[in-house]
């Protein structure tokens, strides 16, 4: 097959889904030593692949890709001291409103481009970036069965930091599928939930002080968010959590929305088709929960910032309603949220209880939320902390009032708990 003239990409139905083999429609790609994107969409789902002379470039999928540019950012901003959260937020601003579809590159290779022109990250740090983030979209693509596809050929001069060789990367990917493959008796996403069921149970396995950093940890975060807060790889923490899991100390749920739509790792009776024959590596009974944990999961929890803290949210609304909503959204996240419905209190409110992070409304009689949040900045305790402004409004006007009056970020109204987790996870964690 020519990929230059891969099948048309057809409107997303079940009807123009296809049985697709995303192993060899890479090797397709890599044989013709073709450039251009692979674009291939499933369950609303859409994964983009980047090509340069047949080499990987970068992949990416439609699933806020810039909430998993953050959380790898993130990991890396401890050894790189220049990403701090005011240059990874800015980063995300200038770009998360180019369009997504654009064929020849797409807006968060954009933002690590901009991140190394700004001399923020270097060649060879961008290239270790990329190299992650397109192994984490590999273990979602490398799942599909169908899918409407095409490949889009282009010549676009944009700067490459990084190109791999198809096969062994995806070999790469494939043998980390199969550490998860071997847990999926009870693990069947990276997106999934952990939470811990109770800590009186649970000390039947774990020692007092692991048990309850574990309670306090285990609180809706998916394992890919608790690889960011505990500074381990996502897999290791779920190999480790596993014999916890198959106990019944700790459940999962699942992915919050729009994560469930990712394919789910097959059963080990499912095969996966390889490029070479993987080494599986499965968890066995013998081992021991406690072991486990003590050499995977609970080794740095002693070293993870915030993890025995309780955060405390400030929220200012006039409306009840909002309020009570943010506050359910929150509830199950060890999160000590105050709700303000006067805005001519809520800066002495503010300086008594010296929150982590402030919830504002833009359109409250009074001191709307612009006036308030220069008012905030304006005092020293309060120049870093982070304001997300919350509105009904959408328009890019609204947005830069809202960056003029020193807000942090912008969440529009209405929104989903997944979205206001998200938000504050960004800024708390």
């Known amino acids: 097959m020519n990929p230059a003239i891969i099948d048309q990409f057809p409107a997303e ?37 980047y090509f340069n002379l047949g080499k990987l470039i970068y992949a990416t999928h439609s699933l806020d890709p810039f909430e998993r540019l953050e959380r790898h950012l993130r990991c890396l901003s401890d050894e790189i001291p220049t990403l701090t959260s005011a240059v990874r937020t800015q980063a995300r601003v200038n770009f998360e409103s180019e369009s997504s579809s654009n064929p020849h590159i797409c807006p968060d290779y954009l933002a690590i481009c901009w991140l190394v022109e700004q001399e923020h990250l270097k060649p060879e740090q961008a290239a270790e970036l990329l190299k992650n983030i397109t192994q984490e979209v590999f273990e979602s693509y490398l799942l599909l069965q169908e899918g409407a596809y095409q490949f889009i050929s282009n010549n676009e001069k944009y700067p490459k930091f990084c190109r791999f060789e198809v096969q062994p990367f995806v070999e790469e ?46 609180r809706g975060f998916s394992f890919r968010q608790l690889a960011v807060l505990t500074k381990k790889d996502e897999l290791r923490l779920a190999q480790g959590l596993y014999p916890l899991i198959k106990d019944k100390f700790v459940v999962l749920r699942d992915p919050q929305p729009p994560y ?37 999961t609970l080794a740095g929890l002693p070293q993870v910032t915030g993890v025995q803290k309780t955060y405390k949210v400030i929220c200012i609304d006039d409306s009840p309603t909002i309020l009570k909503e943010i506050n359910r959204f929150l509830e199950n996240y060890d999160l000590e949220v105050h709700a303000i419905n006067d805005s001519g209190k809520a800066l002495r409110e503010i300086i008594r209880i010296k929150p982590d992070i402030i919830l504002m409304d833009v359109g409250m009689p009074g001191i709307d939320g612009y006036k308030l949040c220069r008012l905030i900045r304006n005092h020293s305790l309060f120049e870093n902390t982070p304001i997300v402004m919350v509105t009904g409004n959408t328009g890019l006007i609204d947005r830069a009032k809202a960056r003029i009056a020193g807000a942090t970020d912008y969440m529009t109204k209405p929104f989903t708990q997944a979205e206001l987790v998200k938000m504050v996870f960004r800024y708390l964690t």
């Open 13 to 49: 139905n079940g009807q123009n889904q296809q049985n697709v083999s995303p192993v060899k429609l890479l090797e397709q790609i890599s044989s013709s030593q073709a450039n251009g994107c692979l674009r291939i969409s499933h369950n609303s789902v859409e994964w983009q692949i």
């Open 173 to 218: 990917c494939q043998q980390r599928l199969s550490c998860w493959q071997a847990m999926s008796s009870a693990i069947s996403s990276p997106e999934q939930r952990p939470y811990f069921v109770s800590l009186a149970h649970a000390q039947q396995k774990l020692p007092p002080d692991k048990g309850e950093k574990l309670s306090k940890l285990l």
């Open 260 to 296: 469930d739509r990712l394919p789910k790792i097959p059963t080990l009776d499912t095969a996966l088709i390889f490029v070479s024959e993987p080494t599986i590596v499965k968890p066995t009974q013998e081992t021991s929960a406690k072991n486990t944990l003590s050499n995977i």
